[in-house]
Each structure stands twice: as structure tokens, then as C-alpha cells.
């Protein structure tokens, strides 16, 4: 059992991974890049009141929480790539046995706590749950981490080795491969790298502390599928052979066995990764499992007068974040993907994945997540940096990933007829109004059919007296769609001359309209 | 010296101007361009290439040559903003018919590359014919040193264009905003790395200062579809028309004046070709440029 536990942990990691890869153009896969991100079980409990369709693409999910109640928390051992991540960096930093992590058992309520205060926020349509969900992070930190450092690893030392003569062509052979199917056409760079790899670390470093600290303690899709295998008709069966030697009870992945009597199993917190079966000893193999029914359970940690606390801490959160500025001026630079619902809903639907931004990295390299500017739920969101990148006229991709509909997939006509911003000059950096020299690379890039800049010819008297017929850009409002190639293609070094904002922005709130 | 023998030599040498000046003539029935029309792409190229003698004329055995289209942005063929596909693979084929080593393909483009190679169909169609279609490498760019640039003294260009034997450049006819008409010296930005950006003020001038630098061996125009506004990018069929020319020069500068003629354009309009014309980069005379015009209709 171990054994195929371990299989179908790798088999979920690398796929994870390999559909991660996958989601870059041209994107003509047969399975979805985000199919298994559609694998958390959080998402159909907070998305089920909002809207049957999307919850239907949650299948996968929606069967987990079916299995759950017969099964237990076999999510959490076998499928979540996050878990398995934690078994090898435990392995790895030697966590403690339970002997030692004994005192942090007493945290386990934390992560239904952490749940309740999700499920009380996202009545107030404040989604913390999506920061939180373990797939989620793995994505993100995929995304935004480990893949950006291994690609600029691999590029780095590619490009190094082709300066030895009898590894050019080697070298250069891999180079392309990678170039082809891993990397992007450049290094990517991401805002936040700082803050979501401490997010990511400190889940791996909690490792330090105890055994999947993260799932036991703090995993709020971990309480959700602990709360429903309460009741598990599976079992695990101590014979009375058993020696009593505590060894799986110090072992156990989950310190799921109580100290007191190992001839139990804590139910809720059970991962059934069938470690305590391989660490009975041989000759004895006490530990059997079967499909039965015990009355034996153990309740959820988490009593009236913890959810209470929890309510009082959320209710304080929501004012926190309510009161905070709101200021117009920032607001100004939140352009989102092209097919982004309206901006509250957005930041509602949106589970910081980071699967767009992923895409679009080996596209137009415009999305980014988000930093806070005037509100906690900006952070890590999607939003379009044209400085840096710009929305690829002829690409649809980040709708097509995007696993909750926060983007809706739009058909490419739609999207080249929906604006994600408007582009301004700025004239006083603008090279023909600053220096009356001609430049337009912004006119010259714009990709809509009918030119959204265009440009009127103008005479212009010089210092010397002289004359001179320059070029000088403007901006159509209803032809622009705030694609942003104006401000990335501005050959200013730093500061462009052309700048696009959120105004005049569409939103969706569903594809019909 | 006996009388005899000095009338004898004198009587020969005299023949060898003759001679000279008849194979000086001989050559001056190869044109300087030739501009063929109404067919299609394949068959244009084999018409003109006929008239210099074939493919071989330009290119030796065991050549590496650089063919050198646009595909500066991500537009299917049918909008023009790119170089018509059937016509690069048209050219890398005859490349290797004249026993070239090895064709290489690419341009720095605009937007995203793999995008722009992949729906250019300029990738596919080279690939069918055994091109080597490479993306871009940064690391691969050599600071060229212009000794005697007006406003340029160096920069960078990218390291296959340098080390090919032989450069075949092949743009396509577009309206530009910026500098009136897209042609082949105009093409050659491809091949240059830097803040392209930076080039557009002044931008006469400082693209002659490189592209001097870079001449190709052999240019030849893709007039098949041409793009009359909304350039370079295009996106719209209604500004595209369906001309089914192409102009074929070893002179780059030749090659781009007679191209004027597909948009009904006077040098004055285009002001890199007339820096190009006042410096004296263009190989021939174009004021008594010597055309071959075929029209297969």
C-alpha cells in the first residue's frame, strides 16, 4: 500500500508539473493546463452557491468530497502535490518524530479556525480561502518561484557551457529544447517573488517543527476533508498481537494515533498513507485495514467558544480591511486580463493561482501578481504591467487556464474588441512633443486593424529658426484597447512617454453578454 | 623586332580591347533587376532567377546562406505584415539546389516569436524544405564597428547574418508610418539587436549607418500581396492588395527604388532611400537602371 501510495503521489506531482509546463503557446492540449488545480476540494464548497457550471468543471473536485466521507482524507496523502512536497522537504530537513512534536498538537484546531474564518469572510464576499488553498500555493509557488530560478538556472549555465568549444553544439542543441518545450522565450520576471517564496518557505520550513505541520495544523482544505471523514467506513484494524511498541504512533505522518491507546485512529486527521501498517514490525503486523465501521470517532478539535473567537477575529478583519484607503489614483494601474469579471467579483473569484500569469509569461509577459497598493485583496491578483510586457493582440490564453472563471475564456474576436485600459501620452517625456524629433513606435506597433495611434504631421519652428515637419502620436479612445504594446515598445529608457490606465475598461459578468 | 612580326602584334593587340569590350558587353545583358509579375510566388522567383543564370549565380557550393524574411508580427500570410511563406520556402529550396551548405532562417521580431513563426507559416513551409529556422539567442550579437557612421558608431548584429557566406534579404512591400514604405533596407532590422526603438528618431540617417555595413548578396522584394495602410502591423484584408510581383536585385538600394513603383511613390517620399542614394551605397546607377520586366500572365 505504501508503495502504490508513493506511485500515485509522483504520478499526481509530475503531472502537476507537466500540465504546468504545458500551459504556453501554442497551448493545444488535449487536457486542460489547470485540469488539476479543478482537484481542490475548497474551491466547489466556496464557488456551489455561485454559479452550477463552473461547479461542474470542478468534477474532480466534487467526487473527492463524494469519496471523502467513505474514504477519509486520501486527498491529503495521495493527491495533493503540496503534501507530497512536504513528505520530501520533511524527509529532507529530518523533522521530528511525535515524541518531540508532541506540544504542537495542541495547534490542530488552527486550521478549522483558519476554515471557519474563511467561510465567514466569503459571506462577505472577501475571499481569503483562495491564498490558502494547497494547490493553489503549489501553483503559485511553481509559477512565481521554483520554475523562474530553474529556468534561469538552466539558461545561465546552457549559455555558459556553449562558450567551451566541443560542448557549443550540444550545449546549444539543449538550449533549443528547452527553449521549445520548458522556458520561455526570455527569462520571466516577477514582481512579489520576495513575499509568496517566504509564504512557500515557511510552509516548508514548518516542516522543522513537526511532521506536515501545514496539513495538520493550518490547512484550511485539509479541515474541510478531516470534518467530513469523521464518520470513514475504513478502517484500521489492531490486532492483538500488537506489542505495543509505539512506533507508528511516533511515525505517523499526522500523529493521527492517539498516545493513550494506538489501537485508534484519529479519523479526522488520518491521511491513510499507510505508514503505520509498514513501520509494524515484521513478525507481528498487527495492523491490518478493512472496510467497517467503528463507533470510535474523534470530533474535530473545535469547540462553540473557539468559533466564537474565529467569528469576533473575522468580523475585526473585514472592518480592517473595509476601512483602508481606497484611493482613485492607484486604482488607476489595476488593469486585469482581457475577460476579468467586474473588479470586486474578480478578486472574489480569484484564487491568486497564478496559472495565468504563467501563461501569459510565454506570451505577451504583461501579467503579474499583484502587490497591495490600497487594499489587502489586490495582493497577488492578476495585473497587467505594460512596461514590462504587454497583452499579445492574437492571445486568449489566460481565460482559457484560468480555473475559476475570474477570467472568462472570451473568443479571440470578443477579446480584440474588449478594452483593458486606454492608452495616454505623456507629453512631457512623449519624444516628438518633449524633443520634436519623429519616433511613433508606439503607432507603429499598435495592433488594432484600424490604428488606435495615430499620428498628424506638423510643422514646427526650431530654436535656429528653422522648420521642420514632425510626427506627432495620439490616441483614438474608441479604437484602443489598452493592449499596452504603445507603453512596452517606448524606446524612453526608463519612464515611458505613453502610459495606459484602467479607464474605459470592459468587464464581463458572464460570456452572454 | 622585324616590321613584320611588329604589325603582326600590333594587328592582335588591337583585337583585344574588341574582345574585352564584347565580354564587358556580354555582361551588361545580365540586368541590373527584374521584375516579374502575375504568377505565383514559386514561379515568380524561378522566372527572375532565370534571367541571372539561375540560383547558382549567386550562391557556390557549400555556402551557408542566411535567408533573411520578415516575420516581424504575429499575422497570418493573408495580411501581408509578413513575408509570403511559399516564397521563403520557394528560395531556401533553390538555395539548396545550388548546392548550399546549409540555410539559415530567422528575424528579431516584433511581438511574442514562437507566435510570429508559427502563424507567419513562415516556420512550417522553411522546415518542409530543410531550412534551419532558429529563434533569436541574445547572447548571439556582435558589436559591429561603423567607422565612418553619421550618427552610429557601432552595433549589434546578430552573429549568423555576420558569419554567413551568403545573405539573401527578403522583405515584403508594406506601408510604414514611420518611414513611408518598408522595404529591403528597412528588412534588414531584423538582423540588428539593441533598442531598436532608440533608431526611429532620426531614423534616415541611422539606419543607413548600419545597414551600409550589412549589404546582402541578393535581395529580392515579395510584392505578391502588398500592404498600402495601417503598416507595418496590418490586420485589416481591405488594406491588402493582391499585386503577384516580385523584384529581384542583387543591389539592396536598386531593388527597394524600383519598388517604389508598386505604391506609385517618388524618392522624395522616402527619405532612408534618398540618404541611401546621396551617400552612393547602391551598386548601380538607378537612374539608368537596366530592368528586365516579365509579365507571365
Redesign the interface.
Given at each position: 500500500m505504501v508503495r502504490s501510495r508513493r506511485i500515485v503521489q509522483i504520478i499526481f506531482l509530475c503531472g502537476f508539473i507537466l500540465l504546468f509546463l504545458s500551459a504556453r503557446f501554442p497551448y493545444e492540449n488535449a487536457l486542460d493546463a489547470d485540469f488539476l488545480i479543478r482537484f481542490s476540494p475548497l474551491v466547489p464548497l466556496f464557488i456551489l452557491p455561485e454559479d452550477i457550471s463552473l461547479f461542474l468543471s470542478f468534477l474532480p473536485a466534487v467526487i473527492i468530497l463524494i469519496l471523502t466521507p467513505l474514504l477519509g482524507r486520501f486527498f491529503c496523502g495521495w493527491i495533493c502535490p503540496l503534501g507530497t512536497t512536504l513528505d520530501v522537504s520533511g524527509k529532507m530537513l529530518k523533522s521530528p518524530s511525535n515524541k518531540l512534536s508532541e506540544k504542537w498538537s495542541k495547534l490542530r484546531y488552527l486550521k478549522f479556525a483558519i476554515l471557519a474564518g474563511c467561510i465567514i469572510l466569503a459571506l462577505f464576499a472577501f475571499n481569503l480561502w483562495g491564498f490558502l488553498d494547497p494547490l493553489s500555493i503549489f501553483n503559485r509557488a511553481l509559477t512565481v518561484v521554483i520554475y523562474p530560478l530553474f529556468t534561469l538556472f538552466s539558461e545561465v549555465s546552457l549559455l555558459a557551457l556553449t562558450e567551451i568549444s566541443w560542448l557549443e553544439k550540444p550545449a546549444y542543441f539543449l538550449y533549443d529544447f528547452f527553449k521549445d518545450f520548458i522556458m520561455p522565450e526570455e527569462q520571466i520576471f516577477l514582481q512579489q517573488v520576495f513575499w509568496i517564496s517566504i509564504f512557500f518557505l515557511l510552509i516548508i520550513f514548518l516542516e522543522k517543527l513537526s511532521r506536515r505541520f501545514w496539513c495538520r495544523n493550518l490547512c484550511p482544505a485539509g479541515a474541510l476533508l478531516g470534518f467530513l471523514s469523521q464518520w470513514r467506513l475504513y478502517e484500521r484494524i489492531v490486532g492483538n498481537e500488537c506489542p505495543i511498541c509505539n512506533k507508528c504512533q511516533t511515525e505517523c505522518k499526522m500523529n493521527a494515533i492517539p498516545k493513550a491507546d494506538v489501537a485508534m485512529t484519529d479519523k479526522v486527521e488520518c491521511i491513510e498513507c499507510f505508514n503505520c501498517g509498514s513501520q509494524c514490525p515484521p513478525k507481528t503486523k498487527a495492523i491490518t485495514y478493512r472496510w467497517c465501521w467503528r463507533p470510535y470517532h474523534s470530533g474535530v478539535d473545535y469547540d462553540r467558544r473557539k468559533f466564537i473567537h474565529t467569528s469576533a477575529a473575522s468580523i475585526f478583519a473585514l472592518g480592517l480591511i473595509s476601512i483602508g484607503l481606497k484611493d482613485r489614483k492607484k486604482q488607476q494601474n489595476l488593469i486585469r486580463p482581457p475577460g476579468a469579471l467586474p473588479e470586486q467579483e474578480f478578486l472574489n473569484r480569484c484564487i491568486r493561482c497564478q496559472a495565468c500569469v504563467r501563461i501569459c509569461a510565454s506570451n505577451g509577459r504583461c501579467l503579474q501578481p499583484d502587490a497591495i497598493h490600497s487594499s489587502a485583496l489586490e495582493l497577488w491578483a492578476p495585473v497587467a504591467l505594460m512596461r514590462e510586457g504587454y497583452c499579445e493582440y492574437n492571445c486568449i490564453l489566460c481565460g482559457q487556464v484560468c480555473p475559476t472563471e475570474a477570467i472568462l475564456p472570451l473568443d479571440l474576436k470578443t477579446k480584440q474588441k474588449t478594452p483593458i485600459g486606454l492608452a495616454y501620452f505623456d507629453k512631457n517625456l512623449c519624444i516628438p512633443f518633449a524633443e520634436h524629433r519623429d519616433c511613433i513606435v508606439c503607432e507603429e506597433h499598435c495592433p488594432t486593424p484600424d490604428k488606435a495611434i495615430k499620428f498628424e504631421l506638423l510643422e514646427k519652428v526650431l530654436p535656429d529658426g528653422s522648420k521642420k515637419l514632425v510626427k506627432y502620436p495620439y490616441v483614438i479612445r474608441n479604437l484602443c484597447i489598452g493592449c499596452g504594446i504603445c507603453e512596452m515598445k517606448c524606446p524612453l529608457p526608463d519612464a515611458p512617454g505613453v502610459f495606459v490606465t484602467t479607464e474605459n475598461q470592459k468587464r464581463y459578468t458572464s460570456l452572454l453578454t | 623586332m622585324k616590321r613584320r612580326t611588329f604589325l603582326k602584334g600590333t594587328l592582335a593587340a588591337s583585337f583585344i580591347p574588341t574582345v574585352i569590350t564584347r565580354n564587358l558587353h556580354a555582361q551588361d545583358q545580365v540586368p541590373h533587376a527584374v521584375w516579374v509579375e502575375n504568377a505565383e510566388p514559386e514561379q515568380l522567383l524561378n522566372e527572375s532567377l532565370k534571367v541571372f543564370g539561375g540560383m547558382s549565380a549567386f550562391i557556390s557550393p557549400g555556402e551557408v546562406v542566411v535567408v533573411k524574411p520578415n516575420i516581424g508580427w504575429?499575422r497570418a500570410p493573408q495580411f501581408a505584415a509578413t513575408t509570403n511563406p511559399d516564397l521563403i520556402k520557394a528560395i531556401v529550396r533553390s538555395c539548396y539546389e545550388a548546392g548550399a551548405k546549409k540555410v539559415l532562417v530567422f528575424d528579431h521580431t516584433?511581438?511574442?516569436?514562437?507566435?510570429c513563426y508559427?502563424?507567419s507559416k513562415i516556420a512550417e513551409l522553411a522546415e518542409s524544405v530543410d531550412a534551419e529556422v532558429?529563434?533569436v539567442?541574445?547572447?548571439r550579437y556582435e558589436n559591429l564597428t561603423i567607422a565612418d557612421g553619421k550618427l552610429i558608431d557601432q552595433w549589434p548584429i546578430y552573429q549568423d547574418y555576420l558569419e554567413a557566406d551568403k545573405i539573401i534579404n527578403v522583405p515584403i512591400a508594406k506601408h510604414?508610418?514611420?518611414c513611408r514604405v518598408t522595404l529591403g533596407m528597412k528588412n534588414l532590422m531584423g538582423v540588428m539587436g539593441g533598442?531598436?526603438?532608440?533608431l526611429?528618431?532620426?531614423?534616415d540617417i541611422k539606419l543607413i549607418d548600419i545597414v551600409s555595413k550589412i549589404m546582402p548578396d541578393l535581395t529580392i522584394i515579395d510584392g505578391y500581396r502588398i500592404l498600402t495602410s495601417?503598416g507595418?502591423?496590418?490586420?485589416?484584408v481591405d488594406?491588402v492588395v493582391l499585386k503577384r510581383t516580385l523584384i529581384v536585385s542583387p543591389c539592396l538600394v536598386s531593388a527597394d527604388y524600383l519598388a517604389l513603383d508598386l505604391f506609385n511613390l517618388d524618392v522624395k517620399e522616402v527619405g532612408y532611400l534618398k540618404e541611401a542614394l546621396a551617400r552612393g551605397i547602391s551598386k548601380y546607377d538607378v537612374k539608368r537602371l537596366q530592368v528586365q520586366r516579365i509579365n507571365l500572365a
Open positions: - | 504575429d516584433c511581438n511574442n516569436p514562437r507566435r508559427k502563424n532558429i529563434q539567442r541574445k547572447n510604414h508610418s514611420l533598442n531598436r526603438g532608440s526611429h528618431s532620426d531614423f495601417n507595418p502591423v496590418g490586420g485589416n488594406d
